[in-house]
């Protein structure tokens, strides 16, 4: 209510119908599209995911897998610790971020939930875990500290999605993707807002909603038989 009554008291001291007091003018000046992005997202098909992370190297195929399985921002997969993955109820709770090596919080509070771990995700990081000598589930042999995804992307991502003819792919383009494939799953938009954890609808369709755990569970299942079509759908779970 705070927020919808701010507006028009806005606007009337724009229009001069209330004193300006001891606000900053600037305040109340708008523009409109300052905010809107400047190009399209760069959004993969399924195929299009299977084709650019078979030219990754396993690290960065390893945190592009993770990321396009459930939907990650790329600072929350570095962020990840094996103690946040329950092996036993299939889940990862994504509780921090890690950016140009620094540990911090999510980036909204709504960042930090529990997330389905499909069988398929769960086989590869148990592959992946018998490698890896770290709490981190991504992290840097040379300093046992998560990968910086900047250089991660300008000399593997950047050129792996070039090769198949896409400009500017990045990180945060399994990001959209994901969404992308939510949707092209028919998943109800509550469940999408859920599981992509937007602290507002609005971010993602303007449709409220709170999703169950086991519906979460079936739309995620609905992405990864997309990414990976040959995959055994029903792999017994996993008790590491």
């Known amino acids: 209510m705070r927020s919808l009554m701010r507006q028009p008291f806005d606007l009337a001291t724009l229009w001069g119908y209330l004193p ?14 300052v905010t809107m992005r400047s190009k399209e997202s760069v959004v993969l098909s399924p195929e299009q995911f299977r084709d650019v992370v078979k030219r990754l190297p396993e690290n960065v195929n390893m945190i592009a897998v993770t990321m396009g399985c459930l939907g990650l921002r790329v600072s929350e997969a570095l962020g990840l610790k094996w103690s946040d993955i329950d ?80 400009k500017g792919l990045g990180f945060h383009s399994l990001r959209h993707s994901y969404r992308s494939w939510l949707d092209s799953a028919g998943i109800a938009p509550g469940v999408t807002k859920d599981l992509m954890r937007h602290s507002a609808i609005s971010t993602t369709f303007n449709v409220y909603g709170r999703a169950l755990s086991l519906e979460k569970r079936e739309a995620n299942s609905k992405v990864i038989e997309m990414l990976f079509p040959t995959a055994v759908p029903n792999l017994p779970p996993t008790t590491q």
């Open 87 to 166: 092996w036993e109820l299939q889940t990862v709770t994504i509780r921090r971020s890690a950016y140009r090596g620094a540990i911090d919080e999510t980036k909204t509070t709504s960042s930090k939930a529990k997330l389905p771990l499909h069988p398929v995700l769960a086989q590869l990081l148990v592959v992946w875990r018998a490698k890896v000598e770290s709490e981190w589930v991504f992290a840097n042999p040379s300093t046992d500290m998560p990968y910086q995804s900047p250089s991660m992307q300008q000399r593997w991502v950047r050129p792996a999605g070039d090769a198949i003819g896409i």
């Open 20 to 33: 300006l007091q001891r606000r900053n003018p600037i305040e109340i000046v708008k523009i409109k599209n």
